[in-house]
């Protein structure tokens, strides 16, 4: 068991002991262990003693028994016993956002309401309003809520895409010497309703016996056709001894996103191949050029790559990232693909957290590994001091980082083979009036300043949109953070007005981050070209917590590559000298 998968198991069952309104004290012992060990950094809860357990924060010899029943069995009774008590709609209540686990208990024992249905129905006929507590206001958000996760359903984010679509990959090579991931996974979209491979085989109904064989795959035969295998995943998570093949698909718990495995014959392998890599939009917009595309796919009588099907169509090479039919043609005329930014264009990464706020590891682990990584700056950005939540820096925490940064700048640069630097940073919090969180001989110490919204996320178009440009408009504000406080597939973003946003950056040089946790992917790629027009630059950001969270760069450079954003346009593909120089220039006004 992982940190992650025991703190995940303590936090679940401070809900359900919430919930079900057990005793306080036993609330508090349960938080207390989840928020200390979710902080943890280096040691492996795994590995240790229950008497090493009760030395940790927030363990005592009761709480260290109970890890060491997760650890030892992978479940925790008590968790089971609540889990028993509860019924299933009322665990999906709390996706819900805007109702914790209070407010569901109250709807629960006070309406008798166990079902999400249920409760849509109550909000609709204003029994959800008139509880105590709730209100109109309250009853709005649980319904829009409700809507958003209903238009998300059977979708996964783009990394539990990809590495869902890289294991059956990985399986189907064991049958079949072709296989590729095509469609949105190929097209690197942020979030993914199909996965969707392609088989090269001389013969798809042997293929199909050969993949029902595999038995955390499951074929739906209503939608599946002689060419094309579609079905879904069987969660291996949820039982060792799997049903047979043959038996009802509702035994097994299957994952919501749907599996659609295509079958070509060999010598057109690479034909289809580009066909599944590409939208149809893209496809009518070659159409719309004067050349089909798909045409000269299905005409292609040996056997060619991608790039010779735009060569014999007259058309300049889009890689499968850019093929959604949003004027990639004409980006093309103004730049080429090699322009387009890569993970080995990025010198630095910017907005990261240490253990100075909410972060897993030390500053001087996240620096050495950053330069281990081979980049030449880390920017670390913790939280200011209202995200009290995430132990948010007091002006006197500011000073002591700023201490020790000047300290590990000067060791790390001493024996490194090439420049290294530590810069001054800070996720500033907007405050709801658009002002940044500290005063001006605060902001003016650090480096640069990532301004983010964390509190107060339900707002009007005109709300949001005044809050960043009062931001914005700050002399201290570098970059501007996840611009629209998204959680993929979880929370809809604050709706702003882009162009405006966009415009006002251009306006005071404020560049714009791509958030490139798999979670957020904020700015959305769609509004990356219109930056650029503007002359407004992007970083590509991971926000990452420890060490490991910077290679979800690689997803802020898919999502980037997507949009068309070019390595000249890119903040952090700008060397040390090149960011310092910056950094100065701006400072000085």
Request: hydrophobic share 40%; aromatic share 6%.
């Amino acid at each position: 068991m992982s940190n992650d998968e025991i703190v995940e198991i303590l936090e679940l069952t401070t809900k359900l002991l919430e919930l079900h309104d057990a005793d306080t004290f036993k609330i508090r012992t349960y938080s207390s262990a989840a928020f200390n060990l979710s902080r943890l950094n280096g040691q492996e809860l795994a590995t240790l003693s229950t008497a090493a357990l009760t030395q940790l924060p927030g363990v005592g010899k009761s709480m260290a028994a109970k890890i060491q029943e997760i650890v030892q069995t992978g479940r925790l009774t008590e968790l089971e016993q609540l889990m028993a008590q509860t019924p299933v709609g009322v665990l999906e209540m709390f996706k819900i956002k805007g109702i914790g686990a209070k407010k569901i208990g109250t709807i629960w024992r006070q309406l008798g309401i166990d079902t999400i249905a249920g409760l849509q129905e109550a909000c609709e006929t204003g029994q959800i309003a008139k509880l105590k507590g709730f209100g109109e206001s309250t009853q709005q958000k649980i319904l829009a809520s409700m809507a958003f996760l209903q238009s998300q359903m059977g979708k996964v984010r783009m990394d539990k895409g990809a590495i869902l679509a890289e294991l059956i990959r990985e399986e189907l090579q064991k049958h079949f010497p072709n296989v590729v991931i095509t469609g949105e996974v190929a097209r690197k979209n942020e979030t993914v309703e199909t996965i969707q491979l392609l088989v090269g085989t001389e013969s798809p109904v042997a293929a199909i016996r050969q993949i029902n064989e595999i038995r955390w795959l499951l074929q739906n035969e209503k939608i599946s056709s002689p060419f094309t295998w579609r079905g879904k995943i069987v969660d291996r998570s949820t039982t060792t001894d799997l049903p047979p093949q043959g038996e009802e698909v509702e035994q097994k718990k299957t994952l919501e996103i749907q599996v659609e495995i295509v079958f070509v014959q060999p010598d057109r392998f690479e034909s289809e191949r580009f066909i599944l890599e590409s939208t149809e939009a893209h496809l009518r917009q070659s159409t719309a050029l004067g050349t089909s595309l798909l045409a000269v796919a299905y005409s292609n009588s040996r056997e060619e790559s991608a790039e010779a099907i735009y060569q014999k169509a007259g058309l300049p090479y889009v890689v499968p990232e850019m093929r959604e039919g949003l004027g990639e043609f004409e980006w093309l005329t103004k730049h080429t693909n090699e322009d387009l930014i890569t993970w080995d264009a990025l010198r630095g990464i910017l907005h990261n957290h240490s253990t100075y706020s909410d972060g897993k590891h030390s500053l001087e682990v996240m620096a050495r590994y950053c330069q281990e990584l081979g980049f030449e700056y880390l920017g670390i950005a913790d939280h200011s001091q209202t995200a009290s939540y995430a132990n948010g820096l007091r002006v006197d925490r500011v000073k002591l980082q700023h201490e020790e940064i000047d300290r590990l700048n000067q060791t790390l640069s001493s024996n490194a083979s090439k420049p290294f630097k530590i810069l001054k940073g800070i996720e500033s919090d907007i405050l709801s009036d658009g002002s940044l969180d500290y005063p001006e001989e605060v902001l003016k110490t650090f480096d640069y300043v990532v301004a983010s919204v964390h509190s107060n996320l339900t707002m009007s178009l005109e709300k949001a949109t005044g809050r960043l440009l009062a931001a914005i408009e700050n002399p201290y504000t570098t970059i501007l953070g996840h611009p629209t406080g998204r959680l993929l597939l979880a929370r809809e973003g604050y709706p702003i007005d882009h162009k405006v946003i966009i415009e006002a950056c251009a306006r005071h040089g404020v560049v714009i981050e791509i958030n490139a946790s798999p979670w957020r992917l904020d700015l959305d790629w769609r509004w990356i070209r219109y930056c650029m027009d503007k002359g407004v630059m992007l970083s590509i950001n991971p926000d990452a917590h420890q060490k490991e969270g910077y290679f979800d760069m690689h997803y802020g450079v898919n999502v980037a590559r997507k949009g068309g954003l070019t390595k000249e346009m890119t903040f952090n593909a700008l060397s040390l000298a090149e960011i310092e120089a910056y950094l100065e220039k701006r400072k000085n006004g």
